[in-house]
T-cell receptor
Framework: DAGITQSPRHKVTETGTPVTLRCHQTENHRYMYWYRQDPGHGLRLIHYSYGVKDTDKGEVSDGYSVSRSKTEDFLLTLESATSSQTSVYFC?????????????FGQGTRLTVV | KQEVTQIPAALSVPEGENLVLNCSFTDSAIYNLQWFRQDPGKGLTSLLLIQSSQREQTSGRLNASLDKSSGRSTLYIAASQPGDSATYLCAVEMDSSYKLIFGSGTRLLVRP
């Protein structure tokens, strides 16, 4: 299995509080992604990173920010959590195109905002 | 904006049947297409990756094809087994932006 770990695995938080989810990889892969998965919507891209300090928005980035200060860690922050952000969050990693690697996913973080 | 569609949304078949899952995308400027499997409560597992220059890839009982110009891919599963029951998702990596865009998936049930 690819070395990718998400933490925490489960979290319940109150509306209006900040929340940070962590994705840690040991594969030295260049690309990292954050998705949310909701019934009827599949996986939707929140933000992604193509290198240290290089990030870009996905299709559902409002209310989320990310940071990548080193290759192995990609943090997703909900500045002020809302009930609409209750979801399962997945991190994914992918190598560079020369290596032609498929994407690997973490086990997910189930976030409940009450 | 790239849109990825998977049909059907759900499928139930008896064990042993051969089946085809479909994936279509609106923007043909893709770098590759990947098929994934997701078991309930789990993360995604990569099944097959097809480069945009390729027509198909095979792994065991799985065969994936890609027609980039028409924006279509199919995943063929031969001699289905109950253990194949899962949700199957396709995703395209965009050529210029490295974005990985997913379809909503096909939920497959193989009945013993």
């Amino acid at each position: 299995d690819a070395g990718i770990t998400q933490s925490p695995r489960h979290k319940v938080t109150e509306t209006g509080t900040p929340v940070t989810l962590r994705c840690h990889q040991t594969e030295n892969h260049r690309y990292m992604y954050w998705y949310r998965q909701d019934p009827g919507h599949g996986l939707r891209l929140i933000h992604y990173s193509y290198g240290v300090k290089d990030t870009d928005k996905g299709e559902v980035s409002d209310g989320y920010s990310v940071s990548r200060s080193k290759t192995e860690d990609f943090l997703l922050t909900l500045e002020s959590a809302t009930s609409s952000q209750t979801s399962v969050y997945f991190c994914a990693i992918s190598g560079n195109r020369v290596e032609n690697t498929e994407a690997f996913f973490g086990q997910g973080t189930r976030l409940t905002v009450v | 904006k790239q849109e990825v569609t998977q049909i059907p949304a759900a499928l139930s078949v008896p064990e042993g049947e051969n089946l085809v899952l479909n994936c279509s995308f609106t923007d043909s400027a893709i770098y590759n297409l990947q098929w994934f499997r997701q078991d309930p409560g789990k993360g995604l597992t990569s099944l097959l990756l097809i480069q945009s220059s390729q027509r198909e890839q095979t792994s065991g009982r799985l065969n994936a094809s890609l027609d980039k110009s028409s924006g279509r891919s199919t995943l063929y599963i031969a001699a289905s087994q109950p253990g194949d029951s899962a949700t199957y998702l396709c995703a395209v990596e965009m050529d210029s932006s490295y974005k990985l865009i997913f379809g909503s998936g096909t939920r497959l049930l193989v009945r013993p």
